[in-house]
């Protein structure tokens, strides 16, 4: 069965912190991975994108990694700023089928 | 600065009722999602379009869901009757290939939060 699972559900950390959020998928055949963040009460905003080729892709301050063998991918976010605080969804699309398999998504907060 | 847009921003509707929701996506994207988010759920792929021909509606209930794409600058989720169940927020995004034959590139609405009481 076609899944993806994030972890943790929720977190909690201070201002300037790194952290890192993780995905879990079972998606075959596998196609692309990509992160999104969503802020309270606006659409999704895509942060990377990520084949089976690439295992690690920066922007700005997030950096995605990959391992497609044991299919698990990580969002990094380093010196951690209030404007983080989102939630971070993982999408993993299947080859040929146009499928799209959603998570559950990581709710970050960031404290002062 | 090119985005989508979507109209209602927020519609409160009874049970029974059609609910029309329209999106315009970014000039020059031609394929345009259709999301549906609950705090149950998460995030859902309602149904998709390329060059304004639907290309997968499986995520769609059909007894009472259909979406059309009439022109280039204009897509529209119907549901008729609605009912409480639908109650989510409808995300509507437009996407654009970065390289030929890989991924796309989708660009989110800011959606339209539906209630049906």
């Known amino acids: 069965k076609n899944q993806v699972e994030q972890s943790p559900q929720s977190l909690i950390i201070l201002e300037g912190k790194n952290c890192t959020l993780q995905c879990n998928y079972t998606v075959s055949p596998f196609s692309n991975l990509r992160w999104y963040k969503q802020d309270t009460g606006r659409g999704p905003v895509s942060l990377t994108i990520?084949?089976?080729?690439?295992n690690t892709k920066s922007n700005g301050r997030y950096t995605a990694t990959l391992d497609a063998d044991t299919k698990q991918s990580s969002l990094h976010i380093t010196a951690s700023q209030l404007s983080d605080s989102a939630s971070y969804i993982c999408v993993v699309s299947a080859t040929g089928a146009n499928n799209l398999f959603f998570g559950t998504g990581t709710r970050l907060t960031v404290i002062p | 600065d090119a985005r989508v847009t979507q109209t209602p921003r927020h519609k409160v509707t009874e049970m029974g009722q059609e609910v029309t929701m329209r999106c315009q996506p970014i000039?020059?994207?031609?394929?345009v999602f259709w999301y549906r988010q609950t705090m149950m759920q998460g995030l859902e792929l309602l149904a998709y379009?390329?060059?304004?021909?639907?290309?997968?509606d499986s995520g769609m209930p059909k007894d009472r869901f259909s979406a059309e794409m009439p022109d280039a600058t204009l897509a529209t989720l119907k549901i008729q009757p609605s009912e409480p169940r639908d109650s989510a927020v409808y995300f509507c995004a437009s996407g654009l290939r970065l390289l030929a034959g890989g991924p796309y590139e989708q660009y989110f609405g800011p959606g339209t939060r539906l209630t049906v009481t």
């Open positions: 379009f390329r060059n304004r021909a639907p290309l997968d």
């Open positions: 000039l020059g994207h031609n394929t």
């Open positions: 990520m084949t089976f080729s690439e």
